[in-house]
């Protein structure tokens, strides 16, 4: 086997110096009725070759582009990787390394993590931001918790257009903890009713996504103004950041916490995970905040570096009164999204979201002119709701045939949706592909 | 002694992205315009984020020049104590990188998703048969998530039984994740001491263990590399007293094929696929942190499940008593494909070997250290080794000089100060894909350090001299936070 270097001369050689006869001597400490009898029962061992076809065949059973075309977003989304930042983000100095406790030989990763949270907390509007959490759900429950925290309240109020998985992802967190959620439903304009907030009590925070599951932007400066008491935190939650380089951030629009998905900025989608938890903060909040954070110092010879700091936070210094339990994080993805935030730069980046917004509005624009309903009115990003007449669900399975999907049927999530569909269209969109799957849906 | 590996090169210096660049250059190629302009918004337009502007190159020079200021397994050995730094085979890159994966929408229809299903559907299998556990839920992303999950698990089942509990027994061993785990679930953490053999004793676990606690955690084998012997007599007092034992399976990989979990009693336990099951650990993630659990159990699973009908697979739902979801979507599936592929390539025999040269390696490391450096429990060892800086004591040098001046030497520090039942601790896991060479050169270069202590101890107190940075003012860091540039 290529990973094991040992001859049976080595193994010889060593198991005489620690005067052990054999490889299952090394075991016999282990009480015999521990010990396991029979061999294991999995697949005998692939060379690489037939790996590579086996994962080869595998693959090749799954909807991808360029064959598929698929204009489906909610929380993944397809956008294009440069070469250089995928590049980079695959060497192994920074793949193969482990979490960076001993910081003389860990100083990349740590620099490297140092600008992924200085460029998050300046496209996130806040002032200070983690080195990542595993992702938009498990962020957002974080987010919950700590608002819990900071405020000492029992309840939080969640937008019922917050990503439907992250809502079910912080119920599963609150379910032990006595903490109550409380649900705000939606108005026909797409937006979160706010209206119910003014009678909810003991109110540690309030969770609105911008912008939300149906695509459209909230109207957060309300959202601000609506807080019932000044110890209440407003959570500003998000699946697509990029939507940061067209529209107000977060913390512009007055968030204590904001915190999401950041898969858009340079990482592959891969089924979901592993994705990247962005979480950014008020400074004032800063040592009630969850997960791992880089901080400046200087060495012995007074020289510029970086080290994993504030840790009486964590869970190896704190144990039971942590913030979080959070110790593996997902840094290599924050790494990946540094990169993807470098290569395009301020301009870039603005620029990619103006291209995003304006190859969905073409595509709305296209529904809208063949007869389709858009039934929520307010500005949206990369993606929208669009209603469909009501025998759809067998054009969509037609469509499916021609390799087209066309968006994610609502239904399944918000059963008074019933034929509304969630439609995404990015840089990656071609517009004579939008231009063929209006023209198929056509009735 | 061979040439020692540590040494100086040509490094390079490298300024803050945000000190670089000027307006105007760009790093990516924007995908053609065919489209029109469509008015924004104005109340809700913002001015976009302030990012310096680089060309392609200048990027590429700074995160390259940043890499090579790190040390990592792919250049040396890495013996990180409860860590399992092996290393990660690149076919497992490749395998994650093809683009049906790679690509792949998680609300993809579930007919055209097999492949990833299947995949993943396989991985449960081989997991449950690894571990001898019934059922496996790849959804946590990370050993803690793990952990949180089985604390889940924990709080439905005894939900179910009729009444929830409110402690939970951590024994003084444990990673700090254990009681964080818990608390988060709403459990008293209530320590337990491990005994002069470094071990639980039944008797310790029952005086404690009542009809309001919940349950056990143990690592097994422990974080001093040692194999819970009483961990049967232990399962048994805790289900007598109708609370669950909790496997934290961190330290698995000395024990493939060779210890039936599911056989100790344990009724929860999670893996981390970034340590036994090879996916490279990213500078700190992303892992993954599978739970296996004892059929008992079983309902209470996250949900979505990967269910096999006939041939096909799909994703199921209907689990009436599931704790509910953990993640946004199924886990870490680019982790899973790449463990996935590393099963696929050891097979049963190899899998089994790993651990036995995981744990020949340490044993080896014990052996041969053993006198130069103190160690408190001289009993066989697992894929892991503890010493401390006791002998060292005289010479007013300490664990953090000694493994600073490893660093010098071209090596990783072990895990250090950790198990806290061993005052000055050195946890050495060598793993299984280090050669016998690489380890005497370790060896060579520990007993090395151990003479300078005696005899030159400013060596270690000024280490390490050959890397980017000397040591760095960590306190400063604290009291006076610059977390963004």
Redesign the interface.
């Known amino acids: ?1 290529r ?4 001859t049976a001369d ?2 010889a ?3 005489k ?2 005067q ?1 006869d054999s ?2 001597g ?6 015999q ?4 009898r029979e ?8 060379t ?1 070759w037939e ?2 076809d ?12 360029p064959e ?1 075309k ?1 204009f ?1 977003g ?3 989304y ?1 956008h ?1 990787v ?1 070469a ?2 995928s ?2 983000a ?11 406790y ?8 740590l ?5 992924y ?3 998050t ?3 996130l509007g806040l ?3 983690n ?2 959490q ?5 962020a957002l429950a974080e987010a919950m ?1 700590m608002a819990i925290r900071v405020s000492r309240k029992k309840t939080v109020a969640v937008s019922s257009a917050v ?1 439907p ?2 809502r ?2 912080l ?3 609150f ?4 903490f109550n959620i409380r649900e705000l439903p939606y108005l026909p304009d797409g937006t979160t009713d706010l209206g119910p907030l003014k009678d909810m009590d003991d109110l540690g925070g309030v969770a609105i996504q911008s912008p939300n599951f149906f695509g459209c ?1 909230e109207n957060l400066e309300a959202a601000k103004q609506s807080l019932p008491d000044k110890k209440t935190l407003l959570v500003i939650c998000f699946s697509e950041p990029l939507a ?6 977060p913390g ?1 629009c007055g968030a204590d916490i904001a915190c999401g ?1 950041g898969q858009s900025l340079g990482i ?8 990247l938890g962005m979480f950014a903060a008020k400074m004032k909040y ?1 040592r009630n905040m969850p997960g ?10 007074g ?1 510029r ?3 994993l ?4 936070r ?9 913030t ?10 924050a ?1 990946a999204a ?2 993807y ?15 995003n ?3 969905a ?2 595509l709305k ?1 296209a529904l809208r002119k063949a007869g389709f309903k858009l039934p929520f009115s307010r ?1 949206t990003f990369n993606e929208f709701v669009v209603e469909f007449p009501d025998d759809f669900r067998k054009t969509y399975q037609g469509l ?1 045939q021609k390799k087209i ?1 066309a968006g ?1 049927p609502l239904v399944d999530f918000y059963p008074e949706l019933k034929n509304h569909y969630l439609l995404c269209a990015t ?2 969109t ?3 592909d939008m231009d063929a799957l209006v023209k198929e849906i056509i009735p | 002694m061979k040439e020692i590996l540590g040494t100086t090169g040509l490094i390079f210096n ?1 300024p ?3 000190e670089k ?1 000027k ?9 053609r ?6 008015p ?2 104005k109340q ?3 001015p ?7 060309s ?1 190159v200048e ?2 020079r ?3 020049r ?10 040396g050995m ?1 013996p ?1 104590g409860s ?1 399992t ?5 690149k ?1 497992n ?4 990188a ?12 579930q007919h ?5 299903l ?2 993943m559907y396989d991985l449960e299998q ?1 997991l449950n ?2 571990t ?1 556990m019934d059922a496996t839920s790849l959804q946590p ?5 793990g ?2 999950t089985g ?2 698990l924990f ?1 439905a089942y005894h939900k179910s039984q009729g009444a ?1 509990r409110s402690k939970i027994i951590v024994p003084d061993t444990a ?3 254990n ?8 459990y ?2 209530v320590p337990v001491k491990s005994n002069e053999r470094g071990v639980l004793s039944p008797q310790a676990v029952g005086d404690i263990m009542d009809t309001d606690t919940a349950g056990i955690m143990v690592t097994n084998p422990n974080t001093l590399g040692l ?1 819970e ?1 009483n ?2 007599a232990i399962s048994e007092i805790v289900h007598a007293k109708g609370g669950l034992v909790y496997g934290d399976g961190a330290n698995m990989n000395a024990i ?5 979990m599911g ?2 009693g344990i009724d929860v336990l999670h893996l ?1 696929l ?1 340590k036994t099951f ?1 996916s ?8 993954a942190g599978p739970v296996c659990v004892r059929k008992h159990l079983e309902p209470f699973l ?1 949900v979505p499940r990967v269910i096999k009908q006939k041939e096909r697979y799909a994703l199921s739902e209907d689990f009436p008593e599931t ?13 899973m ?1 790449r463990s996935y ?1 590393y ?12 651990s ?2 995981a ?3 340490a ?2 490391i ?3 250290l053993k006198g130069t450096f103190h160690l408190p429990y001289d ?2 060892c697992m894929h892991e080794c503890v010493f401390s800086d006791k002998l060292q004591e005289p010479y007013k040098v300490t664990t953090l000089d000694i ?2 001046r490893l ?1 010098d030497y071209g090596f ?2 072990p895990t250090i100060y ?1 198990p806290l039942v061993v005052p000055g601790a050195i946890m050495i896991e060598p793993t ?5 060479e690489d380890i005497d050169l370790f060896i060579e270069s520990m007993q090395a350090i151990a003479k300078e202590a005696k005899e030159n101890p400013e060596l270690l107190h000024a280490a ?1 001299r050959k ?8 306190t ?3 009291r006076k ?5």
């Open positions: 086997m990973y094991l270097p040992h080595d193994i050689t060593m198991l110096a620690v052990i490889l299952e090394l075991f016999a400490h282990i009480p009725d521990c010990r396991r061999t294991l029962k999995i697949p005998e061992a692939l690489e790996l590579n086996h994962m080869d065949a595998l693959a090749a059973t799954m909807a991808v582009s598929y698929v489906m909610a929380g993944s397809a294009y440069p250089a930042a590049f980079l695959g060497r192994s100095e920074f793949v193969t390394a482990y979490t960076p001993q910081p003389e030989v860990s100083q990349g990763t620099q490297a993590i140092y600008e949270q200085t460029l907390a300046r496209l002032e200070v931001a080195a990542s595993y992702d938009g759900a498990s918790l990503h998985m992250y079910r992802v119920a599963t967190y379910e032990p903890t006595g932007m940061y380089g067209l529209y107000k951030s512009q998905e592959p989608r891969t089924f979901g995970g592993p994705g800063v791992r954070l880089v901080g400046q110092t200087v060495d012995e010879e020289k570096g970086h080290v700091t504030l840790a009486t964590e869970q190896h210094i704190r144990r039971e009164k942590a979080s339990n959070i110790c593996t994080n997902h840094s290599l993805c790494l540094v990169m935030m470098a290569s395009l730069g301020g301009s870039g980046f603005k620029e990619l979201a103006r291209l917004y304006d190859k509005e073409y624009e500005p499916l999907i994610l840089e990656t071609a517009r004579a | 490298e803050l992205l945000w660049g307006k105007g250059r760009s790093g990516f190629s924007l995908p315009r065919d489209v029109e302009k469509h924004v918004d809700l337009g913002g976009g984020p302030d990012f310096p502007d680089l392609e990027v590429v700074h995160f390259i940043l890499s090579q200021w790190n040390f990592s397994v792919d250049s890495y990180l860590c730094m092996k290393y990660n085979p076919t890159e490749r395998q994650a093809r683009s049906g994966f790679a690509q792949a929408h998680p609300l993809l229809p055209l998703s097999q492949g990833t299947k995949l081989y048969e690894i001898g992303a990370a050993g803690a998530h952990e949180l604390m889940l709080y929830p990673h700090g994740t009681p964080a785990s818990a608390a988060l679930c709403g008293r953490s194999f012997e961990i049967k493939m094929g060779i210890v039936n056989e100790l981390n970034h090879s490279p650990h990213g500078g700190g993630g992303p892992g996250p704790i509910g979801k953990i993640h946004a979507f199924y886990g870490n599936v680019g982790v494909i592929s099963i696929l390539s050891m097979g049963p025999e190899d899998l089994k070997k790993a036995q040269l744990v020949l390696n044993a080896y014990k052996d041969q009993r066989p493994v600073k660093m990783h520090p950790f299984e894909t280090e050669s016998k390490p890397t980017k940075r000397r040591r760095l003012d960590e400063a860091a604290a936070p610059c977390l963004t540039g």
